[in-house]
């Protein structure tokens, strides 16, 4: 839980952030990155394939994150690495 930051407004609204994931990269849309990395519980689809990715992929962390918080389990988890990186490209 350490990558959501949550603050109170003056009139009570509650703001929360999600943070750094360990790593950071500015990229510029015409140029997007095509590098392997970030952790494997919540990679994004076109990152396991060495494809071109844009904040698309931190959406994907996102919902990978609240669905591990609503069910307390990993959405395309396996035991087996390989089985489990096919699960999340296919």
């Known amino acids: 839980m350490e990558n959501f930051l949550i603050d109170v407004t003056d009139d009570d609204k509650i703001i929360v952030k999600l943070a750094d994931f360990g790593l950071a990269y ?10 392997k990395c970030g952790s494997l519980l919540a990679v994004a689809p076109e990152i396991l394939t060495c494809d071109s990715y844009g ?3 931190d959406i994907w962390g996102l919902g990978v994150i609240l669905y591990e918080l609503l069910t307390t389990r990993l959405p395309f988890y396996d035991s087996n690495v390989n089985k489990y990186k096919y699960n999340i490209v296919n």
């Open 55 to 57: 904040l698309k992929v």
């Open 26 to 35: 500015q990229f510029k849309p015409e140029m997007p990155p095509t590098t």
